[in-house]
């Protein structure tokens, strides 16, 4: 059974940090990634990385986020610095495994005040 689940999430000013975790279990994975949805939005792509390190991030979030993992734990993380109301969302983790299926963790609130 695969398992996907978040922590980090949490209230923080304008221009502070946080890092989310995620942790995958049950299956072998290559992409991971994350996502996050705003109220009365579409849930959007907020970073990945592959199997082989490959990143690729919004546009929005380039220079202040960092995507990262230790595949051997199956873990994934999103270091994110000069947080700005605007990321206020719940944050989603992603995983794909080998034969192409997806997987969500259950969502962790990052909530930035001004």
């Known amino acids: 059974q695969v398992q996907l689940v978040e922590s980090g999430g949490g209230l923080v000013q304008a221009g502070g940090s946080l890092r989310l975790s995620c942790v995958a279990s049950g299956s072998i994975f290559s992409s991971m990634g994350w996502y996050r949805q705003a109220p009365g939005k579409e849930r959007e792509l907020v970073a990945s990385i592959s199997s082989g390190g490959s990143t690729d991030y919004a546009d929005s979030v380039k220079g202040r986020f960092t995507i990262s993992r230790d595949s051997a734990k199956n873990t994934v993380y999103l270091q994110m610095s000069s947080l700005e109301p605007e990321d206020t969302a719940v944050y989603y983790c992603?995983?794909?495994?080998?034969?192409?299926?997806?997987?969500w963790g259950q969502g962790t609130q990052v909530t930035v005040s001004s």
């Open positions: 992603r995983s794909t495994t080998l034969w192409n299926r997806n997987y």
